[in-house]
Each structure stands twice: as structure tokens, then as C-alpha cells.
């Protein structure tokens, strides 16, 4: 199984990115989904989840300006992110959770927010 996200570059404050992570090798296994960020000095934090069955979680920072969802006909999910900060800066990475599997890590998409 192997994760391909894309999306990320460089954006002004107050812009908009999509980010999106497709899933190649899974089949229709695709449990939990997860976009997590490595801010510069910083750990991995988890930004956004979404189950199998819709439900969804974001952090604290980015509650009401980030969305995730999931198109598991794609086997895809993507992080909709609006009114970037700076402090937005980082890797993003998704991690997926594969029935039968295990978790599988994408390679990480560079987010950029300055002016």
C-alpha cells in the first residue's frame, strides 16, 4: 500500500490550499483517516480524522477554518484548509489505517504560509 499526497506550496496569509492523499494498493480497506503536521521545531500533530463511518475530528487550531473529508470510491481524502496563518507552516502528512494491513504514512506535502 503506498500514500501519494499532493497539493501543498506556498500561500499569503489568509489564503486556501486543498490537500489530498490518494491510496494506492488498499483496495476498498480504508479505515481511518488522518492528516497530521510537523511545524518546524516541532512534533507531529494530528490536524484532522475522519472513520470509515464519517465521523470527524479536527485540532484545536483549526477548528472552523480546515475540512477533511474522504472519497472512498478514490480512495482519497483531502484536507480542505481556508483563512491560512503562519502558523498553518509545516509538512502535512497523511496516515491512513488499512483493514487487514496496518497504518501507512505518506511521504508529506510542504505547506508554506507568508506574505
Known amino acids: 500500500v503506498q500514500l501519494q499526497a499532493s497539493g501543498g506550496g506556498l500561500v499569503r496569509p489568509g489564503g486556501s490550499l486543498r490537500l489530498s492523499c490518494a491510496a494506492s494498493?488498499?483496495?476498498?480497506?480504508?479505515?481511518?483517516m488522518e492528516w497530521f503536521r510537523q511545524s518546524p521545531g516541532k512534533q507531529r500533530d494530528l490536524v484532522a480524522s475522519i472513520s470509515r463511518r464519517g465521523r470527524i475530528n479536527y485540532g484545536d487550531s483549526v477548528m472552523g477554518r480546515f475540512t477533511i473529508s474522504r472519497d472512498d470510491a478514490k480512495n482519497t481524502v483531502y484536507l480542505e484548509m481556508n483563512n491560512l496563518k503562519p502558523d498553518d507552516t509545516g509538512v502535512y502528512y497523511c496516515?491512513?489505517?488499512?483493514?487487514?494491513?496496518?497504518?501507512?504514512w505518506g511521504q508529506g506535502t510542504q505547506v508554506t504560509v507568508s506574505s
Open positions: 496516515h491512513i489505517v488499512v483493514r487487514y494491513y496496518g497504518e501507512v
Open positions: 494498493g488498499s483496495g476498498p480497506n480504508l479505515d481511518n
